[in-house]
């Protein structure tokens, strides 16, 4: 197991000169961070919150549920002191210390607008759900084809190696479909079905005549060992962080690394406001840097840049670079700096129970379910809507916790709560938000956050393609798990506000042309070519399925692009 | 000395929850029937988990202000009227007096859904949630296991095995 010592404050000398600079050290800061160190270069990684550091800092990852204080509930006083986080899951007493508060970190909702944010070394790559799919082909040529915003610069044979790439590094498991809506990847082993999982797939398999598939989830949870990572122990407690380095993150995985090549330095505690922007050059010299400790205005120098500090931070940071020259920001000459926001619309789906299956059980937590690949509007099918959905969901025997309302209290009742009750399903639908121009995010002329920056005011809604959609997300998980054998099948809509899926996307978007994308092909910024946006602002368009692990390929890819052109003497 | 008085009357005034202000003697009378509602079998009963406590911890930090009324009241409503249609004390009656008692409660709930029988809901959530995730009731009444290591996707089950903790 690796250990990591921070430098001292008084080590970091102003003005002092990197190779590079990566700005978030999350998924997309974690990569950028690895690629830039092996290939040479001597990187400063910036992250604006603590360190956490690998298996030290998981201060409840084998904590027993009689010592967790409120057995997994919300407090009348966590539920006051954060009305953001309680809008959904990421409320628990095991890990609030790793989302932002909002006190510190306020926003404003001009539409309602849900942001959980992960302000700390590794960002969310500890808290995510680490569902890692490939997009398609279709994904990225599917603006163009529709006439929906702008074409992406690039198309799946550009990504693919690079998938490839870090899925071996990452560690992704999966089972091979061959199905061209969901490309195979360089997958470890998968987790296994269980047995009525394996029953309702074969049923949807032979019924849809292969036109609809029900597969295991692709995680980035490692079923072999990799090097410093004993692998998934079948916990299900990932968002504690893992011990074993079972699931992708910073720290387990690409931090060790860049370590490794004793060419990091990583500095908690710093908020970058800007980039200092040099416009004979037309590039940026470095950046100023907030200590969130001392309140001090600090200045890094560097050859290269990356932004990946999350998607509306990244954007941030270049609305308030160069507003000398564009008031708007670096980036806003394009008109689309700050639009174009996106996420995943979700909430919805269904769930019913299977009868029999009496004798069979599993041993173990898996750490993921069964995903269900979009389906809709392909092989010439037109709905009301463009686009699609995939689900989440996946079947077990309900516990303690099941209502048993028929049985009386005493013997009858306990005895029957400590054996495993009925077979349940249920599934989530997660549907492609197109991107929409006046979907943005801009500053706030009033609030501020802790350090005195701009609140950022939060302006997205989903709109009638989204809402057609939810129709069909609704309706043929029903449908499905009938098919799949499923009785007393419920569907369900809790409702969905935007951010909620905590895959924000778009605001720097790439595209062919600098007057209306921020970003060209290779992640570059337009107007100043050694600034590179690799996290989810770069998205020209949001598809169904998880975006990190495309962050992570696309990133990869344009750190190997900067060094190139390092070397060219082309930055 | 107005209890002592009283006492000494035969007409003891019905002791009365105010507030949050649970006695030790509040706490043994949950513990009471939170060991009703699960009992000791060949694996200890509720009781043997503190779930009296652990009910009041809980009222205390996650009920908001109308919750927490309807959790008071009920329990007073059970002191006091079991004491009137069993003649005595809930504390000194026998456990199937007990059990009867509550589990007419319970099926009142399941059908009127009133008011006062949301008490006895909320009371059974509270001793379910509270041994089941206790020690005890994880590694002895449940199967605790705390690294699993590996993932057996199918595996067959005999009735009686016991479920998962977690």
């Known amino acids: 197991m690796y250990k990591f010592k921070n430098k001292s404050k008084n080590q970091f000398m102003a003005n002092q000169s990197y190779d590079a600079i990566v ?13 830039l160190t092996e290939k040479g270069l001597k990187v400063l990684l910036l992250e604006r919150g603590p360190n956490v550091e690998h298996i030290k800092d998981y201060k409840t990852a084998t904590t027993p549920p009689w010592e967790v204080p409120h057995r997994g509930r919300r407090t009348q006083e966590q539920l006051e002191n954060h009305p953001n986080l309680r809008r959904d899951y990421v409320l628990n007493e095991l890990n609030l210390d790793w989302w932002a508060h909002e006190d510190d970190s306020p926003y404003v909702e001009e539409k309602p607008f849900t942001w959980f944010r992960g302000y700390q070394v590794g960002g969310r790559s500890l808290l995510w759900g680490r569902q890692s799919y490939r997009w398609a082909n279709l994904d990225f040529e599917a603006n163009a084809k529709e006439g929906i915003a702008v074409d992406w610069p690039i198309r799946y044979d550009d990504v693919a190696p690079w998938y490839s790439y ?13 199905l061209a809506i969901l490309p195979d990847g360089e997958f470890q082993p998968p987790m296994p079905m269980n047995c009525v999982e394996k029953d309702a797939a074969a049923r949807i398999k032979e019924h849809y005549k292969d036109a609809r598939t029900w597969t295991i989830g692709r995680p980035a949870n490692i079923t072999q060992p990799l090097p410093g990572r004993v692998g998934c122990q079948y916990r299900n407690k990932c968002s504690l962080g893992c011990p074993f380095g079972g699931y992708f993150s910073t720290q387990a995985s690409t931090l060790p690394a860049a370590v490794a090549t004793g060419n990091l330095t990583l500095r908690p505690w710093s908020i970058v406001r800007r980039l200092i922007y040099d416009k004979d050059t037309q590039k940026a010299t470095g950046v100023e840097v907030l200590d969130a400790e001392t309140n001090q205005t600090v200045e890094y120098d560097a050859k290269i840049i990356f932004l990946c ?27 689309e700096l700050g639009h174009n926001v996106m996420d995943h619309h979700f ?38 809507y463009i686009r699609g ?12 916790n099941r209502d048993v309302a028929e049985l009386n209290f005493g013997a009858p009742m306990k005895e029957a709560l400590t054996e495993p009750g009925p077979w349940s399903a249920g599934f989530t639908a997660f549907g492609e938000i197109l991107p929409y121009h006046d979907n943005t995010i801009k500053f706030s002329d009033t609030v501020k956050d802790k350090w005195g920056m701009e609140a950022l005011v939060m302006n997205a809604e989903i709109k009638e393609n989204e809402i057609n959609m939810r129709k069909d997300m609704m309706a043929d998980a029903a449908e499905m798990l009938e098919v799949a054998g499923f009785k007393n099948v419920n569907t369900y809509d809790a409702g969905y506000t935007f951010g909620q899926g905590i895959h924000e996307m778009g605001t720097a978007r790439m595209g062919r042309d600098p007057k209306t994308s921020v970003l060209n092909g290779n992640n570059q910024v337009w107007e100043a070519k050694n600034v590179f946006v690799t996290d989810g602002a770069c998205m020209t368009s949001g598809a169904a399925q998880n975006p990190s692990l495309t962050y992570m390929a696309l990133t990869a890819r344009a750190a190997a692009f900067a060094v190139d052109e390092l070397k060219k003497q082309n930055l | 000395m107005v209890g002592a008085t009283a006492i000494l009357t035969g007409c003891a005034p019905e002791h009365q929850i105010e507030g949050l202000n649970f006695s030790p003697e509040d706490i043994a009378f949950l513990d009471e029937i939170g060991d009703t509602i699960i009992p000791e079998t060949d694996t200890p009963g509720a009781k043997a988990t503190g779930i009296g406590a652990f009910m009041v911890m809980m009222v205390k930090d996650t009920y908001d202000a109308e919750q927490q009324k309807t959790f008071v009241d009920g329990l007073n409503a059970i002191r006091k009227e079991f004491k009137s249609s069993n003649g005595s004390d809930f504390m000194d009656a026998t456990s199937e007096d007990r059990l009867t008692y509550l589990n007419g409660m319970y099926d009142q709930f399941k059908t009127s859904k009133g008011e006062e029988a949301k008490a006895i809901n909320m009371i059974k959530d509270l001793t379910v949630l509270g041994y089941f995730s206790s020690e005890i009731g994880a590694t002895q009444a449940l199967s605790y296991i705390e690294v699993p290591g590996k993932y057996d996707a199918c595996i067959p089950y005999n009735k009686g095995d016991k479920a998962y903790a977690i």
């Open chain 1, 23 to 35: 700005v978030g050290s999350g998924i997309s800061g974690g990569w950028a961070a690895k690629e």
């Open chain 1, 166 to 178: 870090v899925e071996k590094f990452a560690g992704i498991s999966g089972s091979k479909d061959n």
């Open chain 1, 309 to 335: 500090a999350s998607t509306f931070n990244s954007t941030a940071i270049l609305m308030r670079t160069a507003t000398d020259i564009w008031p708007g920001g670096l980036g806003s000459s394009s008109g």
């Open chain 1, 347 to 384: 909430r919805l789906g269904a769930n019913g129970q299977m009868d029999g299956y009496e004798d069979k059980y599993y041993f173990g937590r898996r750490p993921t379910g069964l995903y269900i690949p979009r389906f809709r509007n392909l092989n010439g099918e037109k709905r009301d």
């Open chain 1, 389 to 400: 959905f995939g689900y989440q969901g996946g079947a077990s025997r309900s516990g303690w």
